[in-house]
């Protein structure tokens, strides 16, 4: 009797544990662990963790695990990785990287997930879905936009007996000169100017050009490129801004500035050392948590044709090698849904979404330059490499600003460089 | 009969043994892993490097076949410009320039750390330690200090400058064209000088004494000692450190990258950070693995005439 209750009981534990087992690998089998990799500084992320941790909490079989990395490396770290069948499940673009990606086949083509399963008010709501078409499939699923606005502290301009934000950049040259006291240790306007091929030259010299009416490229006819500017436009945009260094306006220290989320910019508009400076939203509210002083948006200065600034902003896409495409969509539909952007601090790429954003009267600059905004597609679909152009206006902007070159050496090897790349590329 | 019985005696039984001793190959199987890991992780990469030098790749075609082009990277390479520059920037400033004041650096140090006052008082093992600092700490971190240092505004070399009265104003040293350099190569120098002080004082360590003190009964001053028998015998490990030195600098990307990114302008641009601009800014492989090429054989070349110079003096070829 004493064997059978023996025999009993271990044939019983040996049927829990087994079905405890089985359970256990099915549910794990069921569990869906998928990676979403971001490349925003840390320090503006808290909302869009809290979007993963709420997502989480509430899938428990699609769990998701939150990677950053640096800006500037994303990109070829992707190259790295897809081809050799790693990456993550689903990766944070900007929006110029799409193409690039779509056309490696690194990305799944998302017009199969999308027809199945639309997202938000349906892709038709989505802003930019230009930049992330490639041959009439969407690639990347736009998820946030944004421009950039001047940033300024109101008291010092107040002080300096400036009653409204300088509206041409002519304009912002004389408010800069009054609001300079190099005594204090205060500079009218200040920019990122560093060379380094990611640094934000780039965009501040591509506002001045196209509100001047001018271009680095333009397509004449479908297909065909051509240089949309001067040697004569490229020194002038390098005169001006090398004024600001010149005539003392802005610190030497930001010829080595290649961010615009750089502690110089966002803690020196808050300690008053810069009464102007440009800025994308999530950093002008990470300016806004370090200043002990008010500060305020204004529009980008007009130049002789327009007022102009760039319509920026994210895609997501999806791993061409994911094992989840499924999960992962569902986690994209989630992300670009009304419920992430209750607490991710970006504005979201959708019209319906942006039309019911309250947007706080210090981002007024961005309300004002958001419809006047444009996206970069004027380059992405040329033939050179927006990495490439962004590197070069960046080198020769900032040899002119270290006294390396003058403004019409440095114009010139911008011309130069943009003919023989047309050259290259036409030949194939 | 007897020859028969010795040679019986110590032939091995096992035919695998007796054709391996035959063949002498127990050599080349006790290598043998160390050649496969040196194939997996060296050579490979390295073959397909040359071979991507050869080819138009663009980064988001890695582990495709590129086009086959023969040599036209390498002639777009050596004929532009700025390779002239960057090969100018890697060789002067960035490494005969570093190399030279850590030798000279280096030397004085260790000969200082080798004063038998250390010995006597028992702070060898400390100032060891203190020195090796700088080596310790990852060169990400060492240039971030040194930027922060340095910085213009609120650094503390510009705060101690104006504070005595040596400047009016902070002066932004990596972006002035007449400092920038100078600031390059204080954080290569600051950071890699451990290296060339420890290899040096080893060597003044395993100097016999008896050398010294009968070159000082022979009555030799203490400069004479120090200039005709202990530089003497510091040759070899000098022959080494500068070869070292020399290839580690020549080929390092991190200090220029992280504290100018080869700006401003293009002022600190050397090779490595165009290779890098090249294939991850330009996504042209081919282009960068081409400029890794070329890299390679100036390394090469120079390792090649080095050691033939050193080994023909040491020698006593003439």
């Known amino acids: ?428 | 009969m007897t020859t028969t019985l010795a040679t019986a005696r110590t032939a091995p039984r096992d035919p695998l043994a007796r054709y391996w001793s035959r063949n002498r190959l127990e050599p080349y199987a006790l290598v043998l892993p160390a050649m496969a890991i040196l194939a997996i992780f060296f050579a490979g990469p390295a073959l397909y490097n040359i071979a991507l030098s050869f080819q138009q790749l663009s980064l988001f075609d890695l582990g495709r076949e590129g086009k086959w082009v023969g040599f036209d990277n390498f002639v777009e390479v050596l004929t532009d410009p700025a390779t002239g520059h960057a090969l100018f920037n890697t060789a002067l400033p960035l490494t005969i320039v570093t190399v030279a004041v850590r030798l000279a650096l280096g030397l004085g140090l260790a000969l200082l750390l080798n004063a038998s006052v250390f010995r006597r008082w028992k702070l060898g093992w400390l100032v060891r330690s203190l020195v090796l600092i700088p080596w310790v700490t990852p060169p990400v971190v060492a240039v971030a200090a040194w930027k922060w240092l340095l910085d213009a505004r609120y650094g503390v070399v510009n705060q101690l400058l104006v504070g005595l009265g040596i400047i009016q104003q902070g002066i932004p040293f990596l972006a002035k064209t007449n400092t920038v350099w100078g600031a390059v190569e204080t954080m290569l120098i600051w950071r890699e000088l451990p290296f060339v002080v420890i290899t040096f004082l080893a060597a003044l360590q395993s100097i016999p004494s008896d050398l010294r003190e009968a070159a000082r009964m022979d009555g030799a001053s203490e400069l004479q000692i120090q200039t005709r028998v202990v530089l003497p015998l510091l040759r070899p490990v000098t022959a080494v450190i500068v070869m070292l030195t020399t290839i580690w600098t020549f080929n390092n990307f991190v200090y220029v990258w992280l504290a100018t990114r080869g700006g401003p302008g293009d002022y600190t641009q050397v090779l490595a950070t165009q290779m890098y601009t090249a294939s991850f800014v330009d996504y042209r492989m081919g282009s960068g693995a081409a400029i890794g090429v070329v890299m390679s054989v100036i390394m090469f070349a120079f390792a090649l005439i080095y050691f033939l110079v050193v080994f023909r003096e040491r020698d006593g070829v003439r």
């Not at chain 1, 690639?139 to 502290?153: H, I, N």
């Not at chain 1, 408010?175 to 091929?197: E, H, N, R, V, W």
């Open chain 1, 1 to 428: 009797m004493k064997l059978f209750r023996a025999w009993h009981g271990l044939a019983l534990a040996s049927t829990v544990i087994t079905t405890l087992a089985l359970a256990g690998a099915a549910s794990a089998q069921d569990k869906v662990q998928l990676t979403f990799r971001q490349f925003d500084p840390p320090t503006e992320i808290g909302g869009l963790v809290t979007a993963v941790d709420a997502w989480n909490a509430s899938h428990p079989n699609i769990q998701v695990k939150l990677e950053t990395m640096g800006g500037g490396d994303t990109l070829a770290q992707l190259a790295r990785e897809v081809p050799a069948g790693a990456g993550p499940d689903v990766q944070q673009m900007a929006f110029v990287w799409t193409r690039d990606l779509a056309r490696s086949k690194l990305v799944l083509d998302l017009d199969p997930l999308i027809a199945a399963d639309p997202p938000g008010a349906g892709i038709g709501d989505f802003l930019a879905t230009d930049l992330a078409t490639l041959d009439g499939k969407i690639y990347g699923l736009p998820w946030s936009a944004d421009t950039f606005s001047m940033a300024y502290r109101p008291d010092l301009l107040a002080a300096a007996g400036i009653k409204s934000f300088p509206d041409s950049w002519d304009d912002l040259a004389t408010a800069s000169k009054a609001l300079t006291d190099t005594a204090k240790g205060q500079y009218g306007f200040c920019f990122p100017a560093g060379s380094a091929p990611d640094g934000g030259m780039w965009i501040l010299a591509n506002y001045y050009l196209w509100s001047n009416g001018k271009t680095l490229l333009e397509e004449t006819s479908p297909g065909v490129w051509k240089l949309g500017v001067t040697a004569a436009d490229i020194a002038g945009a390098m005169t001006y801004f090398n004024a600001y260094f010149a005539n003392g306006l802005t610190p030497d220290s930001l010829i080595t500035v290649n961010s615009w989320g750089d502690p110089e910019l966002v803690g020196g508009l808050g300690r008053g050392d810069c009464a102007i400076t440009f800025f994308p939203p999530q950093t002008f509210r990470a300016a806004q948590g370090q200043s002990e002083q008010p500060l305020l948006t204004a529009p980008i200065p007009k130049g002789s044709v327009k007022r102009i600034s760039h319509l920026g902003g994210r895609a997501l896409g999806i791993n061409a090698n994911t094992k989840h495409p499924k999960e992962a969509w569902e986690f994209v539909r989630y992300l670009v849904g009304p419920e992430t952007f209750k607490t991710y601090n970006q504005y979201p790429a959708q019209k319906s979404l942006l039309a019911s954003l309250n947007f706080p009267a210090a981002e007024q600059g961005y309300v004002d330059m958001l419809p006047l905004a444009q996206t970069f597609e004027r380059y992405i679909s040329s033939p050179l490499q927006v990495s490439t152009m962004t590197a070069l206006i960046n080198r020769e902007f900032g040899a002119v600003y270290s006294g390396q070159r003058s403004p019409d050496e440095a114009a010139a090897n911008v011309i130069k460089e943009l003919e023989d790349g047309l050259k290259a590329a036409a030949k194939g």
